[in-house]
């Protein structure tokens, strides 16, 4: 059963994201897969007592629902704001490389792969939203070819963007994601949050983040905005 595809909310923009089926704070995802054991070492995300109630009442709709877990995926490309699948699915056909949680006595399967962007994250739920998941990581870098990322130059960019530029675009729940510049004097970044989809986006990155990053790195002269802005779903300006 396809519970919904879901788009992260930013901490700093009250934004939810709301489900087309149906499920805030306090029961982690424990590092021990067994069903007992909740071991706060390998906390993945935390599970609020609202969403687990409503999981276990949407589940317990399905045939053998006691073999049922809830996969939690991200489904979103690098560089694009957090989009969510959630999923029940038959807990032992979990893959071998799948994180499998319990929760009082209901089981989480978290790919591999998207541990580290869920770590920290809490899954909640209220009726006007739905499901919400707030998510306080940023999503991984876009790699483009020919771009550069490990240099001195992105070092000075990304200490600006997570210094400065973020916490202004923070005011309307937007941040950028440095993913590297073309040795011809051009940074290349994409924006997430409220920004992503903004009226105002392009104004921000031309006069804003341009200003702030071309006055202290001599190297770039420019900034380009690789965001698909007509796939943004919770723009702060429309």
């Given at each position: 059963?396809?519970?919904?595809?879901?788009?992260?909310?930013s901490?700093?923009?009250?934004?939810?994201?709301?489900?087309?089926?149906?499920?805030?704070?306090?029961?982690?995802l424990a590092?021990?897969?067994?069903?007992t054991?909740?071991s706060?070492r390998?906390?993945?995300i935390?599970?609020?007592?609202?969403?687990?109630?409503?999981l276990?009442?949407?589940r317990?709709?399905?045939?053998d629902a006691?073999?049922?877990?809830l996969?939690?995926?991200?489904?979103?490309?690098?560089?694009?704001?957090?989009r969510?699948?959630?999923?029940?699915?038959?807990?032992?056909?979990?893959?071998?490389?799948?994180?499998?949680?319990t929760v009082?006595g209901?089981?989480?399967?978290i790919?591999?792969v998207d541990v580290?962007?869920?770590?920290?994250a809490e899954l909640d739920?209220?009726?006007?939203a739905?499901?919400?998941?707030?998510?306080?990581n940023?999503?991984k870098?876009p790699?483009i070819?020919?771009?550069?990322?490990?240099?001195?130059?992105?070092?000075?960019?990304?200490?600006?963007v997570?210094?400065?530029?973020?916490p202004?675009?923070?005011a309307?729940?937007g941040?950028?994601t440095?993913a590297?510049?073309?040795?011809?004097?051009?940074?290349?970044?994409?924006?997430?949050?409220g920004c992503?989809?903004?009226?105002?986006s392009k104004?921000?990155?031309?006069?804003g983040?341009?200003?702030m990053?071309?006055?202290?790195?001599?190297a770039?002269?420019?900034?380009?905005d690789?965001t698909?802005?007509?796939?943004g779903a919770n723009?702060?300006?429309?």
């Amino acid at each position: 059963m396809l519970l919904s595809s879901l788009r992260g909310v930013s901490e700093t923009k009250t934004s939810p994201f709301t489900t087309s089926g149906d499920t805030p704070k306090t029961s982690p995802l424990a590092g021990d897969p067994s069903p007992t054991a909740e071991s706060p070492r390998d906390t993945i995300i935390t599970v609020t007592a609202a969403a687990l109630t409503k999981l276990k009442e949407l589940r317990d709709t399905e045939p053998d629902a006691k073999k049922l877990g809830l996969r939690l995926s991200i489904i979103s490309k690098p560089g694009e704001d957090f989009r969510y699948d959630l999923v029940f699915e038959e807990f032992l056909k979990s893959a071998f490389t799948d994180e499998v949680r319990t929760v009082d006595g209901f089981k989480f399967i978290i790919p591999q792969v998207d541990v580290d962007s869920l770590r920290g994250a809490e899954l909640d739920y209220n009726e006007q939203a739905g499901l919400v998941l707030r998510n306080p990581n940023r999503p991984k870098a876009p790699v483009i070819d020919g771009l550069v990322r490990d240099d001195e130059t992105s070092a000075q960019v990304e200490a600006i963007v997570s210094t400065e530029v973020n916490p202004m675009l923070a005011a309307h729940g937007g941040f950028v994601t440095y993913a590297g510049h073309d040795n011809e004097g051009t940074a290349y970044f994409t924006m997430g949050g409220g920004c992503h989809g903004c009226s105002m986006s392009k104004q921000t990155m031309l006069e804003g983040v341009q200003t702030m990053i071309t006055e202290q790195v001599k190297a770039i002269t420019r900034v380009r905005d690789l965001t698909d802005h007509a796939t943004g779903a919770n723009p702060y300006y429309s």
